[in-house]
C-alpha cells in the first residue's frame, strides 16, 4: 500500500526531545515500513525514518529559532501534500483539523488521527461542520466531548515491541513518570507514596511555563531519597527506571485522551495505578495489569493488591495489545476500510454520470 | 455584483479596540454597500455592517476568553464560505494565505488582501509554492520581501471621506499617533520635538507587551506640557487632535507596510514628516502632503520647511487618493478583472473538453 504520513512539523519524527505525538509517528511509520508498505512520510527535514522522507521544512520549528509562524509552514506542506495526493492510496495526517476542508474535495482516502483533548467550545462548532471527516480516536474517551464528530474507529498507541523490556532487579519504589505540571497531580503521587511507607522516584521534566509551579508547589514536597526528583530521563533508561518500580503512580487530574506512559510502565512489566479519568480505563485491566481508583485513598488501598499481580503476565498484556505493529494493523483495517468506501464512490460516480442512481458517500463533498 | 468580504474573527468589523485590519475591512464594506453592491460580511457575529453578516463566531475572540484555538474557528469559516461559494461572484479575503489551498480549486474568483509584513523566512517559501493565489498589497513596499507572489495590484488603503475633517484650529504642537512600541520609535518623535523647542503631544496606546518598554525607555522622556502623554484617543477626537498639530511625527524604525495614521492625518490637512521606512514614499508627495526623511536631524530639517505647504492642499490630496470610495473603486477593478479571467478558464475547460486546446490560468488549480 502507498501509504503518506504527514506529521506537526513542531518536532522531528522521532523527536530530539519529549514529544508523545511525535514518538508514535515515528512507530507506526517504521511499523508500516516493516510490514512492507511504501511509506512517505511528510515531516521536518532533521526527522530520521526507514520510510522515504518528504522534507517540508529544514529543521522542526520548536529548535528553530527563526521561524515565528507555524502555520505557514503546515499550510504550505498541505498544499505539497494535495499535488501528491494521487501519488498515494491513503494519506494519514496527524494535523488536527487541518486538512478537513481541502482533502474532503479531491479522491484520495485520508484519515486524520486526533491526539489532543478536544473539550474546548470551538471544538463543538468545528466538528459540527466537518463531521464528514474520517477521524480516529487515540482512545474512547477521547471521544466524549464531540460524540457526533466522524470517527471511523478508536486505536490505541503501541510501542516497539522490544523497545523496552523487562529487567532482573528487585522493585523497591514507586514511580512517577513524565512531566511535572499541575494536571499531573504529582502531589497527590507523592501523598500516596508516603502514606504507603514506600519511597518516590519522580522522572520527569519540568516545561518553562511549569516551572514555578515546580518551585512553588513540588520542590517543598521532595525528601530525598523517600522522595526523590531525579530529572528527565532517556528512552535507554527507562526500561531499569519502571522494572525497578513496584508501581507507576499516574494520579492524573485531566482526562488525558492516552497516556503512554501507562503501556511503558506495562512494557516493563510494571503495574499502574491510574485515576479513573481519560483512558485509564481502557488501558488498564483491573486487577491484570494495575488498578483504576477514584482518588489518593483508593489509590493507597490499592497498593495493598499489587502483590496480587504478575509482572510477566503485565509483559504479557502489553504484548497482545500495545505494541506497534498491532497499532500499524488496526491503522492498515481502516485504510482498507476508506479505501474500498472511496472506490465505491467512484463507482458511484461513475454510475452517476451515466445518469442513474447516486450514493453520497461521507469521505468525498462535491466541490 | 455578490461580493463576499471574509474577514478574521479576532475583533468586530469595526473593532471595539484597536485593530487597523478590521477598520479598513469595515470602511471598504461600507463603501462598496454604498457603491449599490450586494455584499456579505463573514465575520464575528458582534460586528456592525450595512451588509449582509455571516456570524461565524457570536464574539470577537480577542474578546471571548473561552477560545483557545482561534485557527480552529477561522479554518471552519472557511468551510462555510466555501460550501456557499457559489453564491458570490467574487470573494475577498482578509486571512492571509490561509484560503488559498482551499480557493485555488474551486470556480469563483478570489483574491486575499495582505495586511502585514512579509518579511519572515518562512514566507519565501510559503509563497513561492502559492505563487498561482492572486493578493493585494496595501503597498508596493510591502511587497519587496516576495515579489513574485501572485501580486495582481496594489491598492493603497482609504477613509471614509468626511469622517475626519480639518478643524479651524491654530496648530500648536507636533502630534504623534498610535502605539508606543520600539518599532514606532516614540523616542524619536521626542527627540525631534525637543530640537525644534515645539511640543508633542503622544496620543497612544500601550499594548501589554510593551508596558515594560514605555515605563522604562518613554516614561522617563515626558516633560509635560513640553513632551505629554495624552493616553489612547477615539475616532471622534481624532479630527481635533491632527488640526491642532503642526506635523504628525512618524519616525517608524520598522517598514510598515501601510500607515493608516498618515492618510488620517492628511484628512485633517496635517501634514506629515516619516522616515523612509515601507510604505511612507509611496503615502506622503514630498513637498505637498509632507516630507520623507532619513533620520532625526532630516526631521528637524523638514520642520522648516513646514510654513511653505498647505493644509488645504493636504486635505485636497487625501479627498483625491485615500477615501475610502476610492478604495473601493479600485477593489472593483480587480474584482472585474478576476471575474473575467475566470469566465476565460471555464470558456477554455469547456472548448478543452470537447478535445480542443486548454489554457492555463493562475487562479484555478486543477484537482
Known amino acids: 500500500m502507498r501509504i503518506a504520513q504527514i506529521a506537526p512539523l513542531t518536532e522531528a519524527i522521532p523527536p530530539k526531545l519529549y514529544g508523545g505525538t511525535e514518538r508514535v509517528i515515528s512507530w507506526l511509520t517504521e511499523a508500516l515500513v516493516d510490514l512492507g508498505h511504501d511509506v512517505t512520510l511528510f515531516a521536518s527535514?532533521?526527522?530520521?525514518?526507514?520510510?522515504?522522507?518528504?522534507?517540508?521544512?529544514?529543521?522542526?520549528?520548536?529548535?528553530?529559532?527563526?521561524?515565528?509562524?507555524?502555520?505557514?509552514?503546515?499550510?504550505?506542506?498541505?498544499?505539497?501534500?494535495?499535488?501528491?495526493?494521487?501519488?498515494?492510496?491513503?494519506?494519514?495526517?496527524?494535523?488536527?483539523?487541518?486538512?478537513?476542508?481541502?482533502?474532503?474535495?479531491?479522491?484520495?482516502?485520508?484519515?486524520?488521527?486526533?491526539?489532543?483533548?478536544?473539550?474546548?467550545?470551538?471544538?463543538?462548532?468545528?466538528?459540527a461542520t466537518f463531521a464528514a471527516a474520517p477521524i480516529v480516536s487515540i482512545s474512547n474517551a477521547q471521544r466524549l466531548p464531540v460524540p457526533d464528530a466522524g470517527w471511523v474507529r478508536t486505536i490505541h498507541h503501541g510501542l516497539p515491541e522490544r523497545s523496552l523490556m523487562p529487567q532482573p532487579t528487585k522493585p523497591t519504589y514507586f514511580a512517577f513518570l513524565g512531566r511535572i505540571s499541575p494536571e499531573k497531580a504529582v502531589d497527590d503521587a507523592i501523598r500516596i507514596a508516603q502514606r504507603c511507607g514506600v519511597p518516590l522516584k519522580l522522572a520527569a521534566k519540568v516545561d518553562n511555563v511549569d516551572r514555578e509551579y515546580f518551585e512553588t508547589t513540588i520542590r517543598p514536597l521532595l525528601r530525598p531519597p523517600a522522595v526523590e526528583y531525579i530529572g528527565e530521563i532517556s528512552d535507554g533508561q527507562k526500561s531499569d527506571f519502571l522494572s525497578g518500580a513496584a508501581c507507576l503512580l499516574a494520579p492524573s487530574a485531566w482526562p488525558e485522551p492516552f497516556g503512554l506512559v501507562m503501556i511503558e510502565a506495562m512494557a516493563c512489566g510494571c503495574p499502574v495505578i491510574a485515576y479513573k479519568r481519560g483512558a485509564a480505563l481502557e488501558i488498564i485491566e483491573e486487577g491484570v495489569t494495575g488498578f483504576v481508583v477514584d482518588d489518593e485513598a483508593g489509590a493507597v488501598a490499592a497498593v495493598g493488591r499489587l502483590a496480587a499481580l504478575s509482572r510477566r503476565a503485565i509483559r504479557k498484556r502489553f504484548e497482545a495489545r500495545f505494541t506497534a505493529r498491532r497499532m500499524a494493523e488496526d491503522y492498515l483495517a481502516v485504510y482498507r476500510e476508506l479505501i474500498d468506501a472511496a472506490l465505491g464512490t467512484f463507482d458511484a460516480q461513475r454510475v452517476s454520470a451515466a445518469g442513474k442512481a447516486r450514493r453520497a458517500k461521507p469521505t468525498v463533498v462535491e466541490p
Open 45 to 127: 527535514g532533521d526527522s530520521h525514518t526507514s520510510a522515504k522522507l518528504e522534507s517540508a521544512w529544514p529543521r522542526a520549528l520548536r529548535l528553530d529559532g527563526a521561524v515565528r509562524d507555524a502555520n505557514a509552514l503546515h499550510l504550505t506542506m498541505l498544499e505539497q501534500v494535495r499535488r501528491r495526493a494521487r501519488d498515494f492510496d491513503i494519506l494519514h495526517f496527524h494535523l488536527d483539523y487541518y486538512p478537513f476542508s481541502l482533502f474532503m474535495r479531491q479522491a484520495t482516502p485520508f484519515v486524520t488521527t486526533l491526539h489532543g483533548r478536544l473539550d474546548l467550545p470551538e471544538h463543538q462548532h468545528l466538528f
